[in-house]
Nanobody, 123 residues
Framework: VQLQASGGGLVQFGGSLRLSCAAS????????IAWFRQAPGKEREMVSC??????????RTWYADSVKGRFTISRGQNTAYLHMNSLKPEDTGVYYC???????????????WGQGTQVTVSS
């Protein structure tokens, strides 16, 4: 599946952004979706994930402790979102969406990746 991530930008401390992940060619609803980020000089980390629309994990979400209470993942049939509030400088990085078909909530490996969108939070 081809994924297109967008919505990144430069925002001040405490600001908000909404990232979008659009799919083409397939029904994204059949895929579990995750958002990852990679800060400069650091390894890529999973930020949040959400189950597919056709599995028992429909509606279930997971968040990394560092973003819990500030970020919200949501999805529709062909688009997924990451709503980011109360942004901090440590949230700066390239954000990627990823998709994997199946009934799981979060996966250790995802087969499809978007190209990444830069988020920069100034202090």
């Amino acid at each position: 599946v081809q994924l297109q991530a967008s919505g990144g930008g430069l925002v001040q401390f405490g600001g908000s952004l909404r990232l979008s992940c659009a799919a083409s060619g397939v029904a994204l609803g059949e895929y579990a979706i995750a958002w990852f980020r990679q800060a400069p000089g650091k390894e890529r980390e999973m930020v949040s994930c959400i189950g597919s629309l056709i599995s028992s994990n429909n509606g279930r979400t997971w968040y990394a402790d560092s973003v819990k209470g500030r970020f919200t993942i949501s999805r529709g049939q062909n688009t997924a979102y990451l709503h980011m509030n109360s942004l901090k400088p440590e949230d700066t990085g390239v954000y990627y969406c990823a998709a994997e078909p199946g009934a799981g909530l979060c996966y250790s490996d995802y087969g499809s990746w978007g190209q990444g969108t830069q988020v920069t939070v100034s202090s």
